[in-house]
């Protein structure tokens, strides 16, 4: 990729990523799961949701991609953390049993524009925080060694309405590839031209790197340095 890929979505008031895992090792214990949609509230969400403005791609979707720098570039973008659930979900194209259903995890950022409710999300997620604190885990550093330990195949919208949500970004994170294995920087032989292996051996690299600029800009760039040199 010559040039890095911008995408200007600054009047976003919501940032929303979502994990996709195979299985749920990767998943901190301490994040709550998500309360079942009901049928009737699937619909009446589908039905909202269709009478908005359409969303739009911010660009093709990229595979390997690092997202080391998300949380402190959603930071320093103005966003704060206002809630962590997770939820186990079905795959709809008839695979095996025991491959019938994935894990999520999903991160809600907030401007705080979108406050409603007597309870904001973030006095809740406040909470979740101080309990776990109590217990000696560090709910942040938690999210960061998901973001850390793998490079991902990403989706970006951009949504100018969600449930009366005035601009929402949503990042679908799918399908992750190990960074580490049992904590340790991933090397892969290096090949020739022809396919075969030269007995050297490098570091796994990330195509691009996901950032989020303080201006709110989306930019999706080669990687900034070569990872492993600071392991």
Not at 149 to 159: G, K, L
Not at 205 to 216: A, D, H, N, S
Request: aromatic residues 8%; hydrophobic residues 35%; proline residues 5%.
């Amino acid at each position: 990729m010559s040039a890095p890929t911008l995408a200007p979505v600054r009047r976003a008031n919501k940032v929303v990523v979502k994990f996709s895992l195979a299985n749920d090792k990767r998943i901190p214990s301490w994040i709550p799961f998500d309360e079942a949609e009901t049928e009737t509230e699937g619909v009446q969400r589908r039905t909202r949701n269709s009478a908005m403005a359409p969303s739009h791609r911010l660009f093709a979707p990229a595979s390997e991609v690092s997202l080391v720098r998300l949380l402190d570039d959603l930071d320093e973008a103005g966003y704060s953390l206002v809630s962590v659930k997770r939820k186990v979900c079905k795959h709809q194209n008839g695979k095996a049993a025991h491959k019938s259903t994935y894990h999520t995890v999903k991160l809600i950022f907030s401007d705080d524009t979108d406050v409603r409710g007597e309870k904001t999300p973030l006095e809740t997620f406040k909470s979740l925080c101080a309990v776990n604190a109590e217990r000696g885990v560090n709910v942040v550093g938690d999210l960061q060694s998901l973001l850390d330990e793998a490079f991902w195949n990403v989706v970006a919208y951009y949504n100018p309405h969600e449930d009366g949500v005035q601009g929402m970004v949503s990042l679908n994170l799918n399908v992750p590839t190990d960074r580490y294995s049992n904590g340790v920087l991933i090397q892969r032989h290096v090949k020739d031209e022809q396919g075969n292996k030269t007995g050297e051996r490098r570091y796994v690299q990330p195509k691009f790197e996901l950032l989020f600029t303080p201006q709110r800009d989306v930019l999706l760039v080669e990687p900034l340095r070569a990872y492993g040199e600071d392991a």
